[in-house]
T-cell receptor
Framework: DTAVSQTPKYLVTQMGNDKSIKCEQN?????MYWYKQDSKKFLKIMFS???????INETVPNRFSPKSPDKAHLNLHINSLELGDSAVYFC????????????FGAGTRLSVL | AQSVAQPEDQVNVAEGNPLTVKCTYS??????LFWYVQYPNRGLQFLLK??????LVKGSYGFEAEFNKSQTSFHLKKPSALVSDSALYFC?????????????FGQGTELSVKP
């Protein structure tokens, strides 16, 4: 059983489209995260949710909207996709917001053409 | 502000030789420090962490790291490298009193172990 699973694994789309990436964790964790890894492999946190409540919102364009329907799921919706959104997006979870170890999904590679 | 620096983009080591991947950090309070490894087309995997206590931390796959407060460093080491250790390694820091669990990552170091 995959602990943190993301779908889709690959996403190729045109500029201006709207797309969603889904994430689910079966670890019973309270806290989930979205990270963006750019073409230089640099990793930066975007959002964090604890028990469905937003607790970290880094400087991310409003076109990115996370949604957590329950604590096992954290989805990322992106409106009006731009070329610069091309990256690998990783979902992660940890036992609590103070939880030390974060468990990562395999990533979603988004290519905006 | 928190920051992490990994001064080497790439480290090349011969199989069987010891390896070191360097990391220095900057936080305003006490740090939680982590090493993660990323294999090609995979997510990050936790290797080890320093929270408190013994400065030498042992982790997965024979890796260890030494916390040095005076030098604000947390270098990753392994006595004998394997070809299968070739991957991208990330150091990360979190402030102890950071409620949100926010990790700040270094830029990553590509480790290449040749037979």
């Amino acid at each position: 059983d995959t602990a943190v699973s993301q779908t889709p694994k690959y996403l190729v789309t045109q500029m201006g489209n709207d797309k969603s990436i889904k994430c689910e964790q079966n670890l019973g964790h309270d806290t989930m995260y979205w990270y963006k890894q750019d073409s230089k492999k640099f990793l930066k946190i975007m959002f964090s949710y604890n028990n469905k409540e937003l607790i970290i919102n880094e400087t991310v364009p409003n076109r990115f909207s996370p949604k957590s329907p329950d604590k096992a799921h954290l989805n990322l919706h992106i409106n009006s996709l731009e070329l610069g959104d091309s990256a690998v997006y990783f979902c992660a979870s940890s036992p609590t917001s103070r939880g030390n170890i974060q468990y990562f999904g395999a990533g979603t590679r988004l290519s905006v053409l | 502000a928190q920051s992490v620096a990994q001064p080497e983009d790439q480290v090349n080591v011969a199989e069987g030789n010891p390896l070191t991947v360097k990391c220095t950090y900057s936080v305003s309070g006490n740090p939680y420090l982590f090493w993660y490894v990323q294999y090609p087309n995979r997510g990050l995997q936790f290797l080890l962490k320093y929270i408190t206590g013994d400065n030498l931390v042992k982790g997965s796959y024979g890796f260890e790291a030494e916390f040095n407060k005076s030098q604000t460093s947390f270098h990753l080491k392994k006595p004998s490298a394997l070809v299968s250790d070739s991957a991208l390694y990330f150091c990360a820091v979190r402030e102890v009193y950071n409620q949100g669990g926010k990790l700040i990552f270094g830029q990553g170091t590509e480790l290449s172990v040749k037979p």
